[in-house]
């Protein structure tokens, strides 16, 4: 993944900071993903857990846009004991860089696919009867490791009654190459200030357990919690938690922010460089269908970033770091480039911050989620890979 061949013209603004930057980079416009706070923030939450509650790192979505096989290394070498994803593809991309700490995908897989699965030693979601019936008339070379989802009122996908259950269990001794080793739930709201709703899953989940427990009295790895069960009842996640957006160091919601469980710290940044700056007399408009219009002399500078990159258009007046300033967005927002009503003159070249800290300034992924009316999980998500993801920190 890493180089140090190759020119890099932005080598000499980030080597201060002790960047690892990969090859073939030209672009004025990165995100640094710290993989010392990722480190920290699993290492924080570890501390909270039992002895015996284990974490499973969330990295679908290619690590909610961090890049999965960095992410995936570090949380492996920070104590996370296992991965998940939400695509068997997801599953594979880790598999082919060399690593081979158990895998679980979340989404279904089809029948079809179970057995390359198999040969890869990834462990699967299932929670169907049908699928199971499919699935045991394959033959496998390695054995298949199934974790039974439970649908306990996120209404998504999962096994929602006892008759079900019982129904599966049948069908899951037909095979002798498939093996349950997990069963888990979703919460819906475990973020939520209210946690009634949350509180009767977990009552729905308790049953279902009893049952199950009951019909099969094999061991297997019980999980249910999400970033935000764990960091409220860290003592009550059974034998794995599965995290996801605080991993990041992103809280999953104000309500949980407010609580300051744990002070995480965000691993995601983002930067650009002004690549052209000039003098505006009043009454000039900016950008396409002239939106915005100078009232005075302005000086108005342009950086390379749109929304083709994933900065939406909507982003239009939300404000962004230079020389540790709030500096405002003026214009619409192009497909690669976005202008700036800047304070004073600055040079080409100057550093610009869109998410994170410059100097005592910062702009939280929560300020630039507020802004959309959405929450912080998407925007990370929605930055894509034309914007270039820079490793910092070890490894
Ligand atoms: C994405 C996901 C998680 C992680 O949730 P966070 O809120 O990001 O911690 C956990 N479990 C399942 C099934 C998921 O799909």
Known sequence: MISESGIIRHTHLLEKERIVVTDGIFRDTWVEIDLNAIEYNIKRM???????????AVIKADAYGHGSVPVARTALQSGAKMLAVALLEEALVLREAGIDAPILVFGWVAPEATQIAAEAAITLTFYQKEWLQEVNKLTFNKKLNLHMKWDTGMGRVGIRTENELKQVLDELNCNPSIYLTGVYTHFASADDTDLSYFNEQRARFEKLLTEFKRL???????????????LRLPKEMYDYIRFGISMYGLYPSKAVKQEENIALRPAFSMHSKLIHVKRVPAGESISYGGTYQTTTDEWIGTIPIGYGDGWLRKLQGFSILIDGKPQQIVGRICMDQTMIRLDKDYPVGTKVTLIGKQDHAVIEMDDVADYLDTINYEIPCTINKRIPRIYKGSL
């Open 216 to 230: 099969w009295p094999h061991p297997i790895d019980v999980h249910i919690g999400n970033s935000a069960a764990s």
């Open 46 to 56: 570890r501390e909270t857990l039992p002895q015996d509650t284990n974490i499973i």
